[in-house]
């Protein structure tokens, strides 16, 4: 009799598990990393980033580790794999004047397992020849300060931008990259810029995401006060819409929500996603 109490206990508690993890599965959960070198009050980033996303359905947002005021870590659970991808294109976003980087949650991996010091940007790359816009030489220029993400096709119209949009996943430890010397096949080099796209704010003094320079709370990163500061605000760029081969149209997604979408917009994705692992190609912007 014992035994076959047992049994039946250990049932109901298997049957609650699948059915928790079944209503767990139906939502997409994200990972979300935000970076502040003192993050705020996690009760408020999670309101602020709640209503933020609102635009998306009913989306969940909690702190990974709500009593670790060194944690930056939150989770948000979209209500379908469509609004996920909306707000994963949408990445890198502005909460609160911080960067926050989202990032899908693979359920093969905790959470302590998920990268939390890279960020991926949509970088708009100006003072390339344009026989140089192939993605071979696309991929070496981004892999000398991250990793490869994908690149947005040039568009052969009138009205063409005249430089690369190079999606890069940076180390956020790291100051900003703010460019390089391009070597020319007549044996010049010429300077290459780079300026990002829905970039939040950041150190003027050393470039860095999740603090900036105040009287208050000083940079502790200076080096040399005489040196010429090679950050502020020209770093911004704002992603050049208005030169898509298309006029964006407004498509209504299932759940009823109008989503923009760019036909003209070319994406070439690779293999492997924002938090380091492998998995099938996908494009995000």
């Not at 997409?28 to 070198?37: E, I, S, T, Y």
């Amino acid at each position: 009799m014992e035994d076959s109490q047992k049994s039946s206990d250990s049932l109901v508690v298997q049957m609650r598990r699948k059915l928790s993890l079944y209503e767990l599965d139906r939502k997409v959960r994200l990972n979300v990393v935000f970076f502040a070198d003192k993050i705020p009050n996690k009760a408020t980033i999670c309101n602020t980033m709640k209503s933020v996303l609102g635009m998306f359905g009913n989306t969940g947002v909690t702190a990974s580790n709500e009593r670790d005021p060194n944690d930056k870590m939150f989770i948000v659970t979209a209500e379908d794999a469509e609004s996920a991808k909306d707000i994963l294109d949408g990445s890198p976003w502005s909460i609160m004047r911080y960067s926050v980087h989202f990032q899908e949650w693979p359920e093969t991996l905790a959470i302590e397992e998920l990268q939390s010091s890279q960020i991926a940007f949509w970088v708009q790359v100006r003072g390339v020849p344009p026989y140089m816009f192939e993605e071979e030489n696309v991929r070496e220029i981004a892999e000398k300060f991250g990793e490869y993400r994908g690149m947005v096709v040039p568009i052969e119209r009138e009205g063409i931008y005249s430089f690369l949009r190079v999606r890069i996943l940076l180390d956020a430890r790291d100051p900003l990259p703010t460019g390089y010397e391009l070597p020319r096949d007549d044996g010049t080099k010429k300077w290459v810029s780079f300026v990002f796209e829905k970039l939040s704010d950041f150190c003027y003094v050393c470039g860095r995401l999740g603090h900036t320079d105040l009287p208050k709370s000083p940079c502790l990163h200076r080096a040399d006060p005489e040196s010429e500061n090679e950050y502020g605000d020209w770093l911004r760029a704002l992603p050049p819409r208005k030169q898509i081969r298309n006029e964006h149209s407004q498509v209504k997604t299932a759940s009823g929500r109008n989503r923009r979408r760019f036909p003209g917009q070319t994406i070439r994705p690779i293999e492997s996603n924002d938090n380091g692992h492998n998995s099938q190609p996908q494009g995000t912007s």
